[in-house]
């Protein structure tokens, strides 16, 4: 008991065990009280949880935005941008979540020097095809992603397209109704190949977040 090992040791850490006494407290009365649910409630053993996207079909919705740093033709220079996504996903199970969507933004960095030292903003369209693997510890999760990408400006489309991986990792609320709120910080790298009209290959590393709904329907 927690109250013990306090008592023999007034240094110990005790968090450990009075959260294990809380969680079986919560079990304990979750386990006297079940009969005083209403009668139409029947036990359903394929119930996975209303907090989780276990064997259901979902629907996430985000915004991303950050900043970062591009480099291209040996030159690096500031540059940030954002955009919103739709992804379709699927719940594996209580932890994992798969899904592929798409996503749509713009990018904007300085460009190089003019000959008054000025600097021009230089900014374009962007699209891409992410990946996602979504892995979920209870209000934590945890995102992988790949995805294709590309990019556009009023006169030229950048082809062949590029690629782009990440790393996500936040927090979740409670789902009320059919939505989940949720917040991830996120760092990725994008490499885009030289383009057909003559553009250098650019490296570009990117810190920003993600907030957004997991809807399910």
């Known amino acids: 008991p927690a109250e013990a090992a306090y008592r ?20 304990q009365f979750a386990d006297e009280h079940a009969h005083e649910c209403p009668f139409w409630l029947e036990p359903d053993a394929a119930f996975a949880g209303v907090q989780t996207d276990a064997y259901r079909l979902v629907l996430l919705a985000e915004s991303v935005g950050g900043g970062g740093l591009i480099v291209s033709g ?11 996504r739709l992804t379709l996903g699927l719940g594996l199970d209580q932890r ?11 990018i904007g960095s300085f460009g190089s020097a003019d000959g008054s030292g000025g600097r021009s903003l ?12 979504r892995i979920t510890n209870i209000s934590r999760i945890f ?12 006169n030229d489309l950048r082809l062949p397209p590029g690629a782009r991986a ?13 939505f989940m709120p949720t917040g991830l910080l996120y760092l990725s790298y994008e490499y885009l190949p030289p383009a057909d009209d003559g553009l250098a290959a650019e490296h570009l590393l990117m810190l920003g977040t993600k907030g957004g709904l997991d809807f399910d329907p």
Not at 74 to 84: F, P
Not at 96 to 106: D, F, Q, S, W, Y
Not at 122 to 133: E, N
């Open 166 to 178: 990440a790393i996500g990792y936040g927090l979740t609320t409670v789902r009320v109704g059919p």
């Open 8 to 27: 023999r040791d007034r240094d110990a850490s005790i968090g450990g065990l009075l959260s294990l006494e809380r969680v079986r407290a919560v079990v």
């Open 74 to 84: 040996g030159q690096a220079r500031l540059g940030g941008g954002g955009g919103g």
């Open 96 to 106: 994992v979540t798969i899904g592929v969507g798409a996503e749509l933004g713009g």
């Open 122 to 133: 230089v900014a374009r369209f962007t699209a891409a095809v992410p990946l996602v693997l």
């Open 143 to 154: 995102d992988l992603e790949v995805a294709m990408t590309t990019r556009w400006s009023a």
